[in-house]
Structures are given as structure tokens and as C-alpha cells.
């Protein structure tokens, strides 16, 4: 049986190597894959808000405001001079955020009586660094407020990221190209070999012969394992040469590898039972994992994301793929990763035993 | 002594209500060329993908060299090669990366260096699976069947679709697997080929035989017998003709007469001599499976003929046949 199997694995190899589309799928897509999103998400890489200010006040008073919204750490200020006109200038420059710090500012703060200061913030709503910009003018403003009518911080928020040290995107990121690798990959092979040697009759000619399914299955899985192996080690080759990311392989990492590559195996197995076309079956299995390939939070926090969205993330497969990928390789955080990796591996039993079960050879 | 290799008793397979075979029976002898003959749909893949363990039969029974196919599944596909219909293997794998392929599925093999040879593909050893041509697959397919040194080979139409060289290429190989005492069991829709390559055909359609035993004694059971064919006959030699032979028939110019007996011919020549009309020529047909088919069915095995193996180049180089015509 160990032959047999070895004997049909090489079988896969050997076709892999001399057909040059699989290559592309295990190699240069994740590559590309992460090359895009890396250079699209971590070009700046920053972290801050740009905010453009126009100061036409200019007084000590005024400086005294700019420089503590310096001091949050969290924005670049962009100096517009005075004399220019600042409707002109959004349309020259799109800011995202437009700080305009009125002539009477340094006369603002003698005694009551007086009409308010008041700065204008003008922003672009469908930034999301807009709102980002108000909260950081709001909160030195209030500090102002607090400190002219001789209060006290009696509450005071101590922040620190929550990756604590530094964590970028790309780290963020390659634990969910994995994750998503391990889907696709499996996934479409499982689809496209089964409707493949059922159509041309391959599967007819090895019924003819001692190899049963269970055996064939297996092998099909085992090599799967090595194809899914060799993207993760081209996929961690490229985080670390291009993007220096701080990821480690655990063994539980490996495993849950392993456990995903099997689950969508499974999920490919169970499409090609019933689906015999091999263009409809591959149809289906984009239609399975191109939602679950972004519901699933593998390119976006789904923290930053609609309620029903996370809620949805949390019945599909390829979540907890990644959210145990991410736990166990970026956070270090086990313990939520373990219990990630159970649902992987329910997940995977389930889907393995019901694929083993449904497939058959034979078209009686 | 001749040892049954395969019983087959009242066996009957149902897709639903429809029979694809409807209670057939037979055996055949070790060292055998058995041939199902038929057009489509008769259930000849059935039949045998019954005897391959691949399909259930509904009722009846099967025994392949003694074993029943519902309880000894593994062990009978140990001991049997098939080429399936439509068949095909890996196309990115060579021809004799192939072969070993799927000697590695049995628990012995044959190396594939002896099967190559055998059917003749040492040039295409290390050529791509998909890159060969309908004929050289076939003659894979057919080496493959043979890699675990199998007792009984099936041939689910081996030579469909191919052309005629190609063809007699493939009835070579077949011919070399009866040279060598094999079991063989062909299924066809080309009468030539089965009367070339059996040693016995069942003729079947509608999931039944309609005749089983030797191409002869089934062409002499359900034949016509012979006929003489004159062609552009006049009028004095058809009236002469007509007068001896009140059944002849007349199709057109020509004369068409049934040969009772042998010494029906000299007396046809006499009296066509003596009429003192005048003819083209004389022609005596046999009659082949194709007419017994089209007499026990009404209907056609195939639309075009397999051609006749008259210069038969033999493949490996040292047979050379020649057939007469009858
Ligand atoms: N899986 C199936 N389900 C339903 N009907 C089937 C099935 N397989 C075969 N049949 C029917 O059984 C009959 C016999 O089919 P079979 O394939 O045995 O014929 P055949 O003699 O091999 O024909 P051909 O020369 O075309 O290969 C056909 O009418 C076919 O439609
Ligand atoms: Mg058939």
C-alpha cells in the first residue's frame, strides 16, 4: 500500500514539474501576491495623519498649539503659508485633513465673557484618516480647555500598539497569505485532478488495478502537503529578504499547515464528487473561496470591519486558518492560537471523513 | 486439456428498469481469443467491465479463473490486464514512465523496457504520453494491461477510431499476446477483426447473443451460404439463368444466385456459355459475420469496414501473412 502510494505521489511530481501553470499557481502567485499588497500597504509606513495647517494667527500661542499636536506622536503637520488661498490649495494638494488656526487665536483665552475660539477643521470623510485628524485636534483641544479652566487630568489613557514592538503590515499580512495559500492551492488541485482523470478515464484505468481510493486519496493529500510546504517557504523567503518580517514557523503553525491543507482537500474532493464538469467544478470552488478569501480577514483587520461582517468571518474556515496562523507566528500569543487550531482541526476530520466517505471512482 | 479461465451464467445487469445485459452465458477456454461483437450500446462494456470487477452485476453469476467478482475483487484485478474503453494515461509522463506507473499499482510487474518492445514503441520510450499518436496510445494502453504478467487481458475496443494502419498494428500485438497462450477477451464493433483475431465470437445486441461459437460455424449456421453475383448481364444470359434457377434475383444489371451446392458454379458457367449472351463477370462471395448480423438484426454493426488484412506488414518485423480470398 506505502508503495502505491509512493508510486502515484511521484506520478504527481513528475507532472508538476513538467506543467508549467502549477508552477506559477504554487510559486509566483503568493509572491506576487504579497509584492502588491506589501508595496501597497507599507509603502508609507508611518502610521500617522497628515494634517495640513494654516496658521493665520501665527503668535506664540499658536506655535504653542502646533507644537502639541506634534507632540502626540501621531501626525506630520504640513505648513500652508498664510497668504495662500486654501480652497485653491485642496484642490492643488487633496489633504485629507485642513487645519485652519484663525487670526484671534492668542486672544482667545482672557477671561470669560469673550465669544470662543474656534479652529476649522476641514476634512475628507472618505479618508479614514480623517477622522483619525479630528480626534487628535480634539483631544490637545480639550487639553487646552482642562488647562484654562485650571483642571486637573484625572483620568489619563496610557497607549502602546497593540502588536508591541512594531509589528508591520507584512507581518500582519504573510500569516494570511499562507493561510489562503493552503486554501487555494488544495482546493482547486483536488477540484481539477478529480473532474480531470475522471473525464479522460484515468480513474477508469487505475480501478482496473489493485490502488484503491482511500490510497489514492492519500497520496494526492501527501504530495498537496509538499506543493502547500513549498509556497509557505517561498511565501517566508520573500517576507524576509524583501519585507525583513518578524515571523516565526512553529510547530503549531506546521500543524495547523497541515490540518488547513486537508480541510481544503476535503472541500475540493466533496465539490468534485458532485460536480463532474471540470469547468463548472473549478467555477464552483472560485465561487466558495473568492468570498472567503476576503471575508475571512486575510487582507484587512477585521477589526476595522462592519459587525455582521466579523460575524460572518467567524462561520467560515479560512478565519480561524488565519487568526491561528497569526496568534501562533506574529503575536505569540498560544494559547489563543491552540484554540484556533482546534476548530482547524474539527473542521478538518469533518470535511475529511465526509470526502472520503462521498468520493467514489466508479459512475454506476 | 482445456481449462475454463471465465464462466459467465445468466448474467444480467439493470440501469433501472432497462437491461443493458439481459441473461448472458458463456465460457472460455485458457489460451482463448474471445471476442463480444456488437454495435453500440449492444452492452459489451458492461459485460466485461462486469468481469473487471468494476461494475456490479445484478443477477447471475461471474467467475473469473474460478473467483467470484462480488467477493474477490482485489485478487481477480491482480490477475487481469485491461485496456478500457476510450482509455488514456498521464500525458505528462513518458510512455515507459507510464507503464511503470501503473506496474508500481500491482504487487509484481514486468519491467518496461520487455513491454515496450512488445508492442513495438522502443523509438517513443521517453516521448510525453500526450504527444503520441491515437494509435501509439493504444498500443500503450495496451502494454500497460499487460504489466503485472496478467492471465486474461480485456480489450474494450482496442482499435476504435484508429486508422487502418494503425489497426493492424494493434491486431499484431494481439496476435503476439495468443502466440504467447494468453487469455484474450476483445470487444468490437469490426467483424473483420473479430473473424481475424478470435477463436470465437458471441455476437451481441440488446444485451443478448445472438450467436456464439467460431466465426465459421457461426457463419455457417446463420450464413446465407455463398452466392455467385454475375454482373452486367443481358437479356439472353438472364432469361437462360431464369429458366434453371427460378429464385434468382436481379439487382439492377446484375444476377444474384445462391449456391446450393459445389457444383452449382460449373453448371451457372455452362449455362451463361450456352445462352450465347453476354456478362462482365463471374463473382463468388462468402458470407461474412456482417451479413449474419445484418440478418439476425436487421441492422448494421458499423458505417465504415475495417479493410481486410490482405498485405499484412508484420509489426515486429517477421510476420508476413497472406489471406486468401474465398
Ligand atoms: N452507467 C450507466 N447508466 C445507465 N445506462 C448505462 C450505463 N452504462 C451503460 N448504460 C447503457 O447500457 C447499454 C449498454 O452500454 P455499453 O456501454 O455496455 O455498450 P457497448 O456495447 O459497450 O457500446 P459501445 O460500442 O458504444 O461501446 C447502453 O444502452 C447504455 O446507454
Ligand atoms: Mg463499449
Same mark, same amino acid.
Given at each position: 500500500?506505502?508503495?502505491?502510494?509512493?508510486?502515484?505521489?511521484?506520478?504527481?511530481?513528475?507532472?508538476?514539474?513538467?506543467?508549467?501553470?502549477?508552477?506559477?499557481?504554487?510559486?509566483?502567485?503568493?509572491?506576487?501576491?504579497?509584492?502588491?499588497?506589501?508595496?501597497?500597504?507599507?509603502?508609507?509606513?508611518?502610521?500617522?495623519?497628515?494634517?495640513?495647517?494654516?496658521?493665520?494667527?501665527?503668535? @506664540?500661542?499658536?506655535?504653542?498649539?502646533?507644537?502639541?499636536?506634534?507632540?502626540?506622536?501621531?501626525?506630520?503637520?504640513?505648513?500652508?503659508?498664510?497668504?495662500?488661498? $486654501?480652497?485653491?490649495?485642496?484642490?492643488?494638494?487633496?489633504?485629507?485633513?485642513?487645519?485652519?488656526? @484663525?487670526?484671534?487665536?492668542?486672544?482667545?483665552?482672557?477671561?470669560?465673557?469673550?465669544?470662543?475660539?474656534?479652529?476649522? %477643521?476641514? *476634512?475628507? @470623510?472618505?479618508?479614514?484618516?480623517?477622522?483619525?485628524?479630528?480626534?487628535?485636534?480634539?483631544?490637545?483641544?480639550?487639553?487646552?480647555?482642562?488647562?484654562?479652566?485650571?483642571?486637573?487630568?484625572? $483620568? *489619563?489613557?496610557?497607549?502602546?500598539?497593540?502588536?508591541?514592538?512594531?509589528?508591520?503590515?507584512?507581518?500582519?499580512?504573510?500569516?494570511?497569505?499562507?493561510?489562503?495559500?493552503?486554501?487555494?492551492?488544495?482546493?482547486?488541485?483536488?477540484?481539477?485532478?478529480? *473532474?480531470?482523470?475522471?473525464?479522460?478515464?484515468?480513474?477508469?484505468?487505475?480501478?482496473?488495478?489493485?490502488?484503491?481510493?482511500?490510497?489514492? %486519496?492519500?497520496?494526492?493529500?501527501?504530495?498537496?502537503?509538499?506543493?502547500?510546504?513549498?509556497?509557505?517557504?517561498? $511565501?517566508?523567503?520573500? &517576507?524576509?529578504?524583501?519585507?525583513?518580517?518578524?515571523?516565526?514557523?512553529?510547530? %503549531?503553525? $506546521?500543524?495547523?499547515?497541515?490540518?488547513?491543507?486537508?480541510?481544503?482537500?476535503?472541500?475540493?474532493?466533496?465539490?468534485?464528487?458532485?460536480?463532474?464538469?471540470?469547468?463548472?467544478?473549478?467555477?464552483?470552488?472560485?465561487?466558495?473561496?473568492?468570498?472567503?478569501?476576503?471575508?475571512? &480577514?486575510?487582507?484587512?483587520?477585521?477589526?476595522?470591519?462592519?459587525?455582521?461582517?466579523?460575524?460572518?468571518?467567524?462561520?467560515? @474556515?479560512?478565519?480561524?486558518?488565519?487568526?491561528?496562523?497569526?496568534?501562533?507566528?506574529?503575536?505569540?500569543?498560544?494559547?489563543?492560537?491552540?484554540?484556533?487550531?482546534?476548530?482547524?482541526?474539527?473542521?478538518?476530520?469533518?470535511?475529511?471523513?465526509?470526502?472520503?466517505? %462521498?468520493?467514489?471512482?466508479?459512475?454506476? | 486439456?482445456?481449462?475454463?479461465?471465465?464462466?459467465? #451464467?445468466?448474467?444480467?445487469?439493470?440501469?433501472?428498469?432497462?437491461?443493458?445485459?439481459?441473461?448472458?452465458?458463456?465460457?472460455?477456454?485458457?489460451?482463448?481469443?474471445?471476442?463480444?461483437?456488437?454495435?453500440?450500446?449492444?452492452?459489451?462494456?458492461?459485460?466485461?467491465?462486469?468481469?473487471?470487477?468494476? #461494475?456490479?452485476?445484478?443477477?447471475?453469476?461471474?467467475?473469473?479463473?474460478?473467483?467470484?467478482?462480488?467477493?474477490?475483487?482485489?485478487?481477480?484485478?491482480?490477475?487481469?490486464?485491461?485496456?478500457?474503453?476510450?482509455?488514456?494515461?498521464?500525458?505528462?509522463?513518458?510512455?515507459?514512465?507510464?507503464?511503470?506507473?501503473?506496474?508500481?499499482?500491482?504487487?509484481?510487474?514486468?519491467?518496461?523496457?520487455?513491454?515496450?518492445?512488445?508492442?513495438?514503441?522502443?523509438?517513443? #520510450?521517453?516521448?510525453?504520453?500526450?504527444?503520441?499518436?491515437?494509435?501509439?496510445?493504444? #498500443?500503450?494502453?495496451?502494454?500497460?494491461?499487460?504489466?503485472?504478467?496478467?492471465?486474461?487481458?480485456?480489450?474494450?475496443?482496442?482499435?476504435?477510431?484508429?486508422?487502418?494502419?494503425?489497426?493492424?498494428?494493434?491486431?499484431?500485438?494481439?496476435?503476439?499476446?495468443?502466440?504467447?497462450?494468453?487469455?484474450?477477451?476483445?470487444?468490437?464493433?469490426?467483424?473483420?477483426?473479430?473473424?481475424?483475431?478470435?477463436?470465437?465470437?458471441?455476437?451481441?445486441?440488446? +444485451?443478448?447473443?445472438?450467436?456464439?461459437?467460431?466465426?465459421?460455424?457461426?457463419?455457417?449456421?446463420?450464413?446465407?451460404?455463398?452466392?455467385?453475383?454475375?454482373?452486367?448481364?443481358?437479356?439472353?444470359?438472364?432469361?437462360?439463368?431464369?429458366?434453371?434457377?427460378?429464385?434468382?434475383?436481379?439487382?439492377?444489371?446484375?444476377?444474384?444466385?445462391?449456391?446450393?451446392?459445389?457444383?452449382?458454379?460449373?453448371?451457372?458457367?455452362?449455362?451463361?456459355?450456352?445462352? +450465347?449472351?453476354?456478362?462482365?463477370?463471374?463473382?463468388?462471395?462468402?458470407?461474412?459475420?456482417?451479413?449474419?448480423?445484418?440478418?439476425?438484426?436487421?441492422?448494421?454493426?458499423?458505417?465504415?469496414?475495417?479493410?481486410?488484412?490482405?498485405?499484412?506488414?508484420?509489426?515486429?518485423?517477421?510476420?508476413?501473412?497472406?489471406?486468401?480470398?474465398?
Amino acid at each position: 500500500m506505502a508503495n502505491r502510494v509512493l508510486v502515484a505521489i511521484k506520478g504527481e511530481v513528475k507532472t508538476f514539474w513538467r506543467n508549467k501553470s502549477t508552477i506559477f499557481w504554487t510559486v509566483a502567485f503568493p509572491v506576487l501576491l504579497i509584492l502588491l499588497f506589501g508595496a501597497i500597504f507599507s509603502g508609507g509606513g508611518t502610521g500617522r495623519v497628515d494634517i495640513h495647517v494654516q496658521d493665520l494667527s501665527d503668535t @506664540p500661542a499658536s506655535q504653542a498649539f502646533i507644537v502639541s499636536l506634534v507632540d502626540t506622536g501621531s501626525v506630520n503637520i504640513i505648513n500652508v503659508s498664510k497668504g495662500t488661498d $486654501i480652497d485653491q490649495y485642496i484642490k492643488d494638494n487633496s489633504p485629507y485633513a485642513v487645519l485652519i488656526i @484663525p487670526a484671534n487665536f492668542s486672544e482667545a483665552f482672557p477671561g470669560p465673557g469673550q465669544s470662543p475660539t474656534q479652529l476649522q %477643521l476641514r *476634512t475628507d @470623510p472618505t479618508n479614514s484618516g480623517s477622522s483619525i485628524a479630528y480626534s487628535i485636534v480634539a483631544g490637545v483641544a480639550s487639553q487646552y480647555n482642562l488647562y484654562f479652566a485650571g483642571g486637573t487630568n484625572w $483620568i *489619563t489613557v496610557g497607549m502602546s500598539d497593540i502588536t508591541q514592538t512594531g509589528f508591520s503590515y507584512i507581518d500582519f499580512f504573510i500569516p494570511g497569505v499562507i493561510a489562503l495559500t493552503s486554501m487555494t492551492t488544495t482546493i482547486f488541485w483536488m477540484v481539477s485532478v478529480m *473532474t480531470r482523470y475522471r473525464t479522460n478515464g484515468i480513474f477508469k484505468k487505475l480501478t482496473t488495478t489493485p490502488i484503491t481510493r482511500y490510497e489514492w %486519496l492519500t497520496a494526492q493529500i501527501l504530495w498537496q502537503l509538499v506543493v502547500v510546504f513549498m509556497s509557505v517557504a517561498v $511565501i517566508m523567503l520573500v &517576507g524576509i529578504l524583501v519585507f525583513d518580517m518578524h515571523l516565526t514557523l512553529t510547530p %503549531l503553525a $506546521i500543524l495547523v499547515i497541515i490540518m488547513s491543507s486537508a480541510l481544503f482537500s476535503s472541500m475540493g474532493m466533496i465539490i468534485a464528487r458532485f460536480i463532474h464538469d471540470e469547468e463548472t467544478a473549478s467555477t464552483a470552488a472560485n465561487a466558495i473561496t473568492f468570498p472567503m478569501m476576503f471575508l475571512s &480577514g486575510i487582507f484587512f483587520n477585521l477589526a476595522f470591519m462592519p459587525e455582521w461582517l466579523q460575524a460572518i468571518a467567524k462561520v467560515l @474556515p479560512l478565519y480561524y486558518v488565519g487568526e491561528a496562523l497569526r496568534n501562533t507566528m506574529v503575536y505569540d500569543n498560544q494559547v489563543a492560537a491552540v484554540n484556533n487550531a482546534l476548530v482547524v482541526l474539527v473542521l478538518a476530520v469533518v470535511f475529511f471523513v465526509a470526502g472520503v466517505l %462521498l468520493s467514489k471512482w466508479k459512475d454506476e | 486439456m482445456a481449462v475454463t479461465v471465465i464462466e459467465v #451464467r445468466n448474467l444480467v445487469k439493470k440501469y433501472g428498469s432497462f437491461a443493458a445485459v439481459d441473461g448472458i452465458s458463456f465460457e472460455v477456454m485458457k489460451g482463448e481469443v474471445f471476442s463480444l461483437l456488437g454495435p453500440n450500446g449492444a452492452g459489451k462494456t458492461t459485460t466485461v467491465e462486469i468481469m473487471e470487477c468494476l #461494475r456490479t452485476l445484478t443477477s447471475g453469476e461471474v467467475r473469473i479463473l474460478g473467483m467470484d467478482v462480488n467477493k474477490e475483487t482485489l485478487k481477480i484485478k491482480g490477475r487481469i490486464g485491461v485496456l478500457p474503453q476510450d482509455f488514456n494515461a498521464f500525458d505528462f509522463l513518458t510512455v515507459k514512465e507510464n507503464i511503470e506507473y501503473f506496474g508500481g499499482m500491482f504487487n509484481k510487474s514486468l519491467p518496461a523496457d520487455d513491454l515496450i518492445r512488445a508492442v513495438d514503441l522502443g523509438e517513443k #520510450r521517453d516521448v510525453w504520453f500526450k504527444k503520441l499518436s491515437g494509435g501509439l496510445k493504444q #498500443r500503450v494502453g495496451v502494454a500497460i494491461s499487460m504489466v503485472n504478467d496478467p492471465d486474461i487481458i480485456f480489450l474494450d475496443e482496442p482499435t476504435t477510431g484508429l486508422d487502418p494502419k494503425a489497426r493492424r498494428d494493434v491486431w499484431a500485438v494481439i496476435q503476439e499476446l495468443k502466440a504467447k497462450g494468453k487469455t484474450v477477451i476483445l470487444t468490437t464493433h469490426y467483424m473483420e477483426e473479430a473473424e481475424v483475431l478470435s477463436d470465437r465470437v458471441g455476437i451481441i445486441d440488446h +444485451g443478448r447473443f445472438l450467436a456464439l461459437g467460431t466465426p465459421h460455424d457461426i457463419i455457417e449456421q446463420f450464413g446465407t451460404g455463398s452466392r455467385c453475383i454475375i454482373s452486367n448481364c443481358d437479356d439472353a444470359c438472364a432469361q437462360s439463368l431464369k429458366q434453371q434457377w427460378p429464385g434468382i434475383e436481379r439487382k439492377g444489371g446484375d444476377i444474384v444466385i445462391k449456391l446450393e451446392n459445389k457444383g452449382s458454379l460449373p453448371e451457372i458457367i455452362y449455362t451463361l456459355d450456352r445462352s +450465347g449472351g453476354n456478362y462482365e463477370q463471374i463473382q463468388v462471395t462468402r458470407p461474412t459475420l456482417e451479413d449474419v448480423f445484418l440478418r439476425l438484426t436487421g441492422k448494421k454493426l458499423h458505417e465504415e469496414e475495417a479493410p481486410p488484412p490482405t498485405e499484412k506488414k508484420g509489426l515486429f518485423g517477421r510476420k508476413k501473412k497472406e489471406k486468401g480470398v474465398a
